[in-house]
C-alpha cells in the first residue's frame, strides 16, 4: 500500500525550499500527523547541524515516518557537488553526503534513503562522457559506503533547467544500470518528467522496481490537483509496477503552508486511501 508524506525544511537552511513547512519541525510534524500524513522526508543542508535523536522522538510522538533525506541544499547553500571542476568541492560533497548516511544510520531505521539530486554537482565543463564516469565512480563509492549502515541511495533525474546531466527517467535508469549496485535506486519526480520524458507513464513502466520513491507536485509546482497532470494515469502506471514506496510531496508552499498540506492530502487519498 503505497503512503503518503510530505517534504519539510530542516532548520539549518538558509535559503527557502520546496517544502509544505520549514523550520519548526515539531509544528511541521504535529500539522502533518493531524492531517493523516502518514511520513515525511526532511531537506537538510548540514546533518552535523541536526539533533537526530529530537527529531526521531518528535516523528514517533506524532506517529510518522521518515522516508528519507534530501540533499538539494547542499549544492545550492554550500556549492558542493560529487563531480565538478573543483577536486577539493568534490572531497567536501562525499564527506557531506557521507554524514548524510551517516546521520540515518545512527538515528532512525534501516531503509531510509538518501536523495541524490543537485547534490551530484555540475560535472565537467563540456565532457559529458567524463561526467558520467566520473558520477558512476562516486555513486559507487557511495553506495558501498551506505549498504552495510542499512541506508539506501535514490538517484533523482532533474530537468535539464535545474542540472547539467541526468535528466530523463532513461537518463536516470541508464545511471543505475552503470552503478550496478544493490544499493541504487531511482527516485522520479513527475514535475521533472513532465518537462523532460516523452511519456511518464511509459517512463514509470521502464524504471520497475528501480523506482523506489516518486515525489508528486502538479506541472505548476503546487499541490497536486491545482493544475493539469494526470494523476489518474499516474497513479495507475505507479500500480501497474507494483510500486509500494511513498508518494512524497515536494511543492511550493501555495497560497500558505496550511491550505497547500491540507488540499494535497486531500486530493491524494482519492488515490492512495489509508487501510
Not at 100 to 116: K, P, R, S, Y
Request: hydrophobic letters at 45%.
Amino acid at each position: 500500500m503505497t503512503k503518503i508524506a510530505a517534504m519539510v525544511g530542516t532548520p539549518d537552511l538558509s535559503q527557502d525550499t520546496l517544502a509544505v513547512y520549514c523550520g519548526d519541525l515539531g509544528r511541521a510534524f504535529s500539522r502533518l500527523a493531524s492531517l493523516g500524513y502518514d511520513g515525511v522526508e526532511l531537506m537538510a543542508r548540514d546533518p552535523l547541524l541536526l539533533n537526530g535523536a529530537a527529531i526521531r522522538r518528535m516523528l514517533e510522538e506524532n506517529n510518522l515516518q521518515l522516508v528519507g533525506l534530501c540533499t538539494g541544499h547542499v549544492y545550492a547553500e554550500d556549492g558542493l557537488g560529487l563531480v565538478g571542476p573543483d577536486a577539493e568541492v568534490c572531497m567536501r560533497a562525499m564527506t557531506r553526503l557521507k554524514a548524510f548516511v551517516d546521520f540515518a544510520a545512527a538515528h532512525f531505521e534501516a531503509g531510509i534513503l538518501v536523495n541524490i539530486g543537485r547534490s551530484r554537482g555540475p560535472g565537467i565543463p563540456n565532457e559529458p562522457m567524463a561526467t558520467l564516469g566520473e558520477m558512476t565512480s562516486a555513486f559507487r563509492e557511495l553506495a558501498e559506503y551506505a549498504a552495510p549502515r542499512g541506508v539506501k541511495l535514490v538517484l533523482e533525474p532533474i530537468n535539464a533547467l535545474q542540472s547539467s546531466s541526468i535528466h530523463t527517467t532513461q537518463e536516470g535508469i541508464g545511471m543505475v544500470g552503470r552503478v550496478n549496485h544493490p544499493n541504487f535506486g531511482l527516485m522520479l519526480d513527475v514535475y521533472h518528467m513532465n518537462i523532460e520524458d516523452v511519456d511518464i507513464y511509459a517512463s514509470f513502466r521502464e524504471a520497475g522496481q528501480m523506482c523506489w520513491l516518486v515525489h508528486l507536485a502538479d506541472n505548476n509546482r503546487r499541490w497536486p490537483g491545482s493544475a493539469h497532470l494526470d494523476f489518474t494515469r499516474i497513479t495507475n502506471a505507479m500500480q501497474e509496477i507494483g510500486y509500494k514506496g511513498f508518494a512524497s510531496l515536494e511543492i511550493l508552499p501555495w497560497p500558505d503552508p496550511d491550505t497547500a498540506a491540507r488540499s494535497a492530502i486531500g486530493f491524494l487519498r482519492r488515490f492512495f486511501p489509508r487501510e
